[in-house]
């Protein structure tokens, strides 16, 4: 068969809207990090540093559903630009109040603002897709490319924020996050050919998206993937902290990231016959499964394979779920759909970022790793018990290879 990917990416205007997304999402992978580095540095608290993130996580939770319902009313480009300035101005407050040792309070005010108002290219992306293929059987390649794409930020931002904050100036690595957002979302902004239409009368009168009860469990599943991610950021460093080898950390998060990466590319190539709901099902048992082992090791050498393992069911939960998100709610409302997600994704980073960063301070970064495990159990009952609720209804399915 033809490599479905490179079909995706034949769509006329496809390339430049890929590359701008990709640029404007990498700071995902760098910000939150950034951030614990930072505080680290300057207060020498790992609980303290995961709190500022987790701040952060909770605001680009709160505004995820909002900006998103402006956008599928007002069009992307106009809500994007919106965001950015906004973004701007916290991020540079919140350089300055960290390094200059500002109040304490002036630091999680800016963290917030600057959380809430990350531009979602990721969430909008994906929204194109839909625009661009919906009713096609590349659709669901092209909603598992860009969870690929996801996890390869997560390789790549990692590193590169860690390398900056540990072998520079301690503000280098959320500095070049900053630039790099910035730029990335003028890029995009700039891709009009791809920019869905917005959808005024139809969407202002409809209700919330999370009226659909297959997305609530959906959101719960987010949370739980995100509590998975958070606890790891915060972990992985503590745990190379630990054993001496702090600039080593960027490298575990970006094996857990690789692992994904790779079962990301081979789930969105397989044309699955399995339902969709038991497919979430299957994967989520063996996250949990997957996450057990990374309490036990203590060498970071054999860390490495270990977490390259657990990011393997990593990718295909959320593809899954943002498949699934396309297929039950309304056409209208799709970028609140994923905006949602999104949502839940930061919500669960922010829990899992800051309870772990308390589990460090006290008991020790391997300890730290049960919140992951715990989070992902979580989300194996949650989807155990909500399978009758995402059963795809046969007026939603645009294509066999999405209800398949």
Known sequence: MPNPYLHVLRTPHALPMVVAAFIGRLP??????????LVQSETGSYGLGGAVAAVGAITTAASGPVIGRLADTHAQRRVLLSVLAVFVVSGVTFLFAVRDSWPLWTVFLAAGVAGGSIPPVASMIRVRWTHLLRGTPSLPAALAMESVVDEFVFIVGPVLVTFLSTTGHTTS??????????????????QRRTEPPPAEHEHRRGASAMRIPGLRVLFVVGAAVGAILGTLEIALVAFADQVNARPLSGLLIAALAAGS??????????RWRMALGRRLLLVLVLLTALSVPLLLVRNIWLMLPFVALAGVAVSPSLISSFTLAEVLVPRAAVTEAFTWIGTALALGVAIGASVAGKVVD????????????????????????????LVVPADRMPSPALAR
Do not use: D, E, K
Not at 261 to 270: E, H, L, Y
Not at 369 to 378: E, G
């Open 28 to 37: 995902l992978s760098m910000v939150g990090l950034g951030s614990v580095l």
């Open 261 to 270: 990466m790779v079962a990301g590319i081979g789930w969105g190539a397989v």
């Open 173 to 190: 690595g959320v500095v070049t996050a900053f630039t790099l957002a910035t730029v990335g979302s003028l890029l995009f902004a700039a």
């Open 362 to 389: 006290t008991q020790g970064a391997n300890v730290s790793f049960l919140v992951a495990t715990v989070a992902a159990a979580l989300a194996v009952v949650t989807v155990a018990l909500g399978q009758r609720l």
